[in-house]
């Protein structure tokens, strides 16, 4: 079985994980870290035993992969990413896919011009938890859906390590953005979003604390969105994440805070993560692992990806409205995303 090579740029946090889930992977290998940091990006690359270049335009040029991850931070997305596509390359993005939808849409439009293809690494499209409330709204089993909630909160060190480098709702809410429309079969077409500051500004970052959304959907359904990096450091799990839809004939209750494993030691209880990337047996595995090989082996075998670059598009209009909405104080709609 051919494995595909595929190149990340990004070799902080989220560049290294994907690194290691590439290298451990039966469908792809690694086959470069691209980053201009170069102590991180020699470092990184060493660990995984594999080439660093410094700019995108080196990795091409040297023709280090057929693939690319893009793991940079939000507002470097757009470039590299239209780069890539214009070179023919089939892209992973990190989500969100960009950190405005003029950027968003302007990624989407360099993938339809031809060459390259893109997938935005929204990791709930692979979790299994996430993909069986999916379906069973499509098989009819709760109804139509009625009402509906969906959110997450993480620890206040995560909006703190990120200092105003990037807003809660595209860090973590745009999960929720996507699930909420992805689950229900509906999209967002109206917001009324609040937000609070006190957390971040008294430790001397300037971001929001949480953001809290009430949406009007295509289909008629009422729904509630909330993200904010407010749990205390002592919160056994830093994914404290809720979704429910109540339908005419049934509900969906999806609680991901407990992966099912609580270990209690010395005064102290955690859940650990059973299903993101959860590591066993000394390989990565769970959504993650399945992200990867899909990317991989849709690539190799030219097949559509599970989520469109539109369903991604729709996920950074309807955050484009809620800033809007946080910023006017008002109601406000979501801009038409297609291209």
């Known amino acids: 079985m051919k494995k595909v090579r595929i190149a990340v740029v990004g070799g902080g946090f989220m560049g290294a994980l994907h690194a290691r889930t590439i290298a451990e992977a039966d469908v792809a290998e690694l086959g470069a870290i691209v980053d201009l940091n170069e102590a991180l990006g020699k470092a990184t690359a060493e660990s995984f035993g594999t080439r660093w270049f410094k700019t995108v335009d080196d990795a091409l040029a040297a023709n280090a992969a057929e693939a690319y991850v893009v793991a940079l931070p939000d507002k470097l997305h757009e470039a590299v990413t239209v780069q890539l596509l214009e070179a023919g390359k089939s892209v992973l993005v990190e989500k969100p896919m960009a950190h405005t939808l003029e950027a968003a849409q302007a990624m989407a439009r360099a993938e339809r011009a031809g060459g390259g293809r893109l997938l935005v690494a929204h990791i709930l499209r692979f979790d299994p938890r996430y993909v069986q409330a999916a379906e069973a709204v499509r098989a009819g089993m709760i109804g139509d859906p009625v009402h509906a909630s969906s959110g997450r909160f993480s620890t206040r060190n995560i909006g703190e390590r990120m200092n105003g480098g990037s807003s809660v709702l595209f860090y973590l809410g745009v999960h929720d953005v996507d699930?909420?429309?992805?689950?229900s079969g509906s999209n967002v077409q109206n917001v009324f979003s609040r937000r609070v500051s006190k957390l971040m500004p008294a430790a001397g970052v300037n971001s929001e604390d949480a953001i809290f959304t009430t949406v009007q959907m295509s289909n008629g359904l009422a729904g509630h969105l909330y993200a904010g990096w407010t749990l205390p450091l002592n919160?056994?799990?830093?994914?404290?994440?809720?979704?429910?839809?109540?339908?005419?004939?049934g509900m969906i209750d999806l609680d991901v805070r407990d992966h099912g494993l609580r270990i209690h030691s010395k005064g102290h209880t955690s859940l650990p993560d059973g299903l993101h990337w959860p590591e066993?047996?000394?390989?990565?595995?769970?959504d993650l692992a399945?992200?990867?090989?899909?990317?991989?082996?849709?690539?190799r075998d030219d097949k559509d990806f599970v989520m469109s670059v539109d369903e991604a598009l729709r996920a950074v209009a309807v955050n484009d409205a809620i800033l809007r909405s946080v910023a006017s104080g008002r109601p406000e709609d979501v801009t038409p995303w297609s291209i």
């Open 235 to 249: 919160t056994p799990t830093g994914i404290w994440a809720r979704t429910e839809i109540y339908g005419t004939e």
């Open 280 to 286: 066993v047996n000394g390989i990565i595995m769970g």
């Open 290 to 299: 399945e992200e990867i090989r899909h990317f991989a082996t849709a690539t």
């Open 179 to 183: 699930a909420l429309q992805w689950i």
